[in-house]
């Protein structure tokens, strides 16, 4: 624990994102699926939170040629640091930004006619052709073509033959549920629908749909949660190999007695005298306040409660396990790492390891470790 010196000025957190692991998760995904299949990489929201560029520059060099974000920013953004790959906007384009879509060859999912038609028309203008992905909505009901708009595609098809469509896709809605009748039931729909577009590359699976076995995996497949070392299948034990690393200094430690009470709102009252320290980290880090009375740290594998409410810039945890000379102002412990998976973070914050990754913040010195291009990381460290 006290080796651990690498905050560069001592006087915050530590975020260190392990790139190799990203790439030997990516090469993990692809074993599960046919050689055949494309296995892309789902990088929205600046790569969950882990930096978009980074990550995606590991993903490229590991072969990866598909990526997908959710807005067009992120798109352009990637685009500079990737000029060959395929770039995917899942939320499709803005009205009024097909151009700045089509000038950094980006494609756009299509998820409504009235994108479609939109798109279509700027590519007439346009006067040449460019790539685009379709959407339909195979149950959950969040974006794409409904079979109604299907069947509109299909009759005014003509009008729609300048758009050169690249793939059809859909998104599961339980899929992290492998037992769920819903995964059954949109593959049906999804592989009914995709019939009026024949002949096009398919899609279907993000991270938990890869493990729902090869009838889901279809021509190319989405990973994101996964890449990240989120466990895809939450029931079984976690294939993945975990990327981020978390450590935080204590900037504290104190004794209290028995009644006193611990943070804002006196919320945790002490029943025995206690050893609190303060660590410097908080919800403006991505520890959310549902950690209060749940939560833990740990030092050198010990746990150490979260006492009271967590703050924006500090928790207090119990330190009472520990001798008092072992766990002193300028020691760290562990946040994210051997002791604390972002799945076990994620349930004691009761959310989901999406959101405890993209929950991170800012603040953090950043180290990745096994970047493919130096400059990925210096550029990240300075926008972090
Ligand atoms: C976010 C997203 C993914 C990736 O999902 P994970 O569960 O992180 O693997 C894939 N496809 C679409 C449409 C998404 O929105």
């Not at 600046?46 to 598909?66: F, I, N, Q, R």
């Not at 593959?187 to 009026?196: G, K, T, Y």
């Not at 006193?260 to 709102?265: E, F, I, L, M, T």
Request: charged share 20%.
């Amino acid at each position: 624990m006290r080796d651990i010196t690498a905050g560069r000025h001592g006087s915050g957190a530590q975020l260190t994102i392990d790139l190799d692991a990203v790439r030997e998760n990516y090469r993990r995904l692809r074993r599960q699926i046919d050689g055949s299949v494309r296995c892309a990489a789902v990088v929205k929201a600046d790569a969950y939170g882990l930096g978009a560029v980074p990550v995606s520059a590991a993903l490229h060099a590991e072969g990866c040629e598909d990526f997908f974000v959710a807005q067009l920013d992120e798109g352009l953004a990637l685009r500079s640091a990737l000029p060959d790959a395929s770039i995917y906007v899942l939320n499709g384009v803005p009205r009024g930004a097909e151009h700045d879509c089509s000038s950094a060859d980006l494609l756009p999912v299509l998820n409504s006619l009235e994108q479609a038609h939109d798109w279509a028309e700027h590519l007439r203008r346009l006067g040449e052709p460019h790539g685009a992905v379709i959407q339909i909505d195979s149950g959950m009901n969040r974006l794409g073509l409904s079979r109604r708009e299907v069947a509109g595609w299909v009759e005014g098809a003509d009008r729609l033959s300048v758009l050169k469509v690249r793939l059809v896709m859909s998104h599961l809605a339980c899929a992290d549920t492998p037992q769920h009748r819903a995964n059954r039931g949109q593959l049906a729909l999804f592989s009914e629908a995709a019939r009026a577009f024949p002949g096009l590359p398919r899609s279907l699976a993000s991270s938990s749909g890869i493990f729902l076995g090869p009838d889901f995996h279809f021509d190319l497949v989405r990973p994101g949660v996964a890449l990240y070392g989120g466990n895809p299948v939450p029931s079984l034990p976690n294939p993945m190999r975990s990327v981020v690393r978390v450590f935080a200094p204590v900037i504290q430690v104190r004794d209290a007695n028995p009644g006193d009470g611990v943070g804002y709102g006196w919320d945790h009252r002490l029943d025995r005298r206690s050893r609190i320290a303060t660590v410097a980290i908080g919800y403006a880090d991505g520890l959310h306040r549902a950690l209060q009375g749940r939560g833990a740290v740990y030092a050198d594998g010990i746990a150490l409660p979260v006492l009271g409410r967590v703050s924006m810039d500090t928790i207090t945890v119990d330190a009472s396990a520990i001798s008092s000379d072992w766990l002193t102002p300028g020691s760290w412990v562990e946040v994210i790492g051997e002791h604390q998976s972002i799945d076990q973070l994620a349930e004691a914050m009761q959310t989901s390891a999406y959101e405890v990754l993209t929950s991170l913040g800012h603040r953090y010195a950043r180290d990745y470790a096994g970047a493919v291009d130096p400059l990925c990381s210096t550029f990240s460290r300075r926008v972090a």
